[in-house]
């Protein structure tokens, strides 16, 4: 897909036009899952294995402050299990503080090539150390040492953090990288789970699960509903 751009002064750019969605399938209530984590492992298997979308992991985060003032980037899902979906931080990040403070979140996986997206909203929680512990070690030797080196979010010095890593790696040598305390995983756990397919003429397929009120976190139950596009 690509868009036509118009520039009719020197600070405005409109955008013009947008290739039509085109999804060759068709998404209802009655199509889907029962559960919508495995509606997603479904979609997100799919895509994987078609191979088009590259990155099928990268998801917008978006946390907020208490006061609500939103902040959104993207990062990489790492898990999408029973309870949520889980990605790793530096809990000293903005976004590792407004989890802490704010407990609440939203995710969005674009998928522009097979005309698909999923937003999720949910609840945060954090992993198990034991958890955290098994990925970290999973994770390249340099991506260990940059957490330790990185205070993440924070204004520093050209050149700071790459002498920083270089010390640490001096100081690690060939032992075992730990777990820093300041740095772990998040699970989303979600409260709403909306499953988008594109169609021509703007009239897409929305389908939307929110999880029933007072519905236990080990098996919740799901209001399934078609949404105006």
Not at 149 to 171: F, H, I, N
Request: proline letters at 7%.
């Amino acid at each position: 897909m690509s868009s036509a751009i118009a520039q009719p002064t020197p600070d405005t750019i409109q955008i013009l036009a947008h290739e039509q969605y085109d999804a060759p399938e068709s998404l209802t209530p009655a199509s889907v899952a029962p559960d919508p984590l495995a509606q997603f492992r479904a979609w997100f298997t799919a895509v994987a294995a078609q191979g088009t979308v590259r990155e099928p992991e990268a998801m917008t985060l978006c946390t907020a402050t208490v006061a609500g003032v939103p902040s959104a980037r993207v990062v990489l899902l790492k898990q999408a299990d029973a309870r949520g979906f889980v990605f790793y931080t530096n809990h000293t990040s903005r976004k590792g503080r407004e989890l802490a403070a704010n407990p609440h979140a939203a995710l969005a996986f674009y998928w522009r090539e097979v005309h698909r997206q999923v937003r999720v909203v949910g609840r945060a929680e954090r992993v198990s150390r034991a958890e955290s512990e098994e990925y970290f070690h999973s994770r390249p030797r340099g991506s260990q040492v940059g957490a330790w080196a990185s205070r993440q979010s924070s204004a520093v010095a050209e050149g700071e953090v790459q002498a920083r890593a270089d010390a640490l790696a001096q100081r690690f040598g060939e032992g075992e990288v730990p777990l820093p305390d300041f740095w772990g995983g998040w699970r989303i756990v979600p409260d709403e789970v909306e499953f988008w397919l594109g169609k021509p003429s703007r009239l897409h397929d929305r389908v939307v699960y929110t999880r029933e009120e007072g519905s236990p976190d080990d098996a919740p139950r799901w209001r399934v509903e078609r949404l105006a596009p």
